[in-house]
């Protein structure tokens, strides 16, 4: 059940990249971030967190920088197609949105933003499990 609601969400987010890009700023992903990090998971702010310094790339294309937007609006979003309160698999949507829009911006990767993103993460959390940043990394491949 939760797997067609996740591939639904991913779905979602790239049919509506206007509607959920208008949700996103630097204030409200930080905060959402800070607030509900720990809940969300380390896969889901590490995912979040390279998508944020991908797009700070002037090599990304918009049309890539409105994905990435989109799906970092959808994340920030507490109601979606799996809410956020919901345990355990209210982030699961937003791991899958997020995602998807690395697959897509994968070649906008680099080790700076890894390196960005890894720092940021451990500075809020704290040493970060080594297995979920794999996990992540190992979907740009």
Do not use: C
């Not at 829009?101 to 080594?130: C, H, M, P």
Request: aromatic share 12%.
């Amino acid at each position: 059940m939760y797997e067609d609601k996740e591939n639904a969400a991913a779905q979602e987010v790239i049919d509506n990249t206007e509607k959920y890009s208008k949700h996103f700023s630097e204030d409200s992903f930080f905060s959402k971030i800070l607030k509900y990090g720990k809940t969300a998971g380390m896969k889901v702010v590490f995912a979040a967190l390279l998508l944020f310094y991908a797009m700070k790339s002037d090599k990304m294309p918009l049309s890539d920088k409105a994905l990435v937007v989109a799906a970092l609006g959808y994340f920030i979003l507490p109601i979606d197609l799996i809410p956020d309160f919901i345990p355990i698999a209210g982030y699961a949507d937003d791991l899958t949105a997020l995602y998807v829009a690395l697959k897509k911006v994968t070649s906008y990767i680099d080790n700076e933003t890894i390196t960005q993103a890894r720092d940021k993460l451990t500075g809020w959390f704290g040493a970060a499990d080594e297995n979920d940043i794999q996990s992540v990394l190992n979907i740009l491949l």
